[in-house]
């Protein structure tokens, strides 16, 4: 006894497993989402250390005012201290800032599916109601069947 699966192929009566426009068109957004939400997590996670880089941009223009009549050697070490707060503080602000860049793509990747599949609901739905409406033109038996492989499925 054969494999169902063998006597598919062998009788040639193999299913069509090409892609329709549609799925074709799911396929290149959900391929073309990936870099693009991948950079918007990403930039979006190196955002979180704005307030670092703000705080040292306050600090400069501090040590530039308060040490703006004196020698140079002065401003340079405040400058450097600003940069040494700043430094570790912006470091650990952004740490983990790819995982943001991931979480967006499988969230977008998720919305995406979703999406989809909330249309193919609501077009099944309407082709469902609209069959109701034709079946006086159509022979009784096709409607139902119709109705019940939407029920089926």
């Known amino acids: 006894m054969r494999p169902p699966i063998v006597g598919v192929i062998l009788r040639g009566t193999e299913p069509d497993m090409r892609l329709n426009g549609w799925q074709r068109i799911a396929i290149v957004l959900g391929t073309i989402w990936i870099p693009i939400g991948f950079f918007w997590g990403n930039s979006l996670g190196i955002h ?8 040292w941009e306050e600090c400069l223009d501090r040590t530039e005012q308060q040490y703006a009549e004196r020698n140079s050697k002065d401003l340079d070490a405040a400058q450097d201290k600003c940069k040494g707060d700043f430094m570790p503080d912006y470091n650990e602000s952004i740490r983990g800032h790819e995982f943001y860049g991931i979480l967006m793509v499988v969230a977008g990747e998720l919305c995406l599916r979703l999406a989809w599949l909330l249309l193919w609901f609501a077009w099944r739905t309407f082709r ?8 006086g033109e159509k022979p009784r038996g096709e409607a139902q069947r ?8």
């Open 48 to 55: 979180r250390g704005d307030w670092a880089i703000e705080a």
């Open 128 to 135: 469902w109601v609209y069959a109701g409406f034709k079946s």
């Open 146 to 153: 119709r109705v019940r492989c939407f029920a089926l499925y």
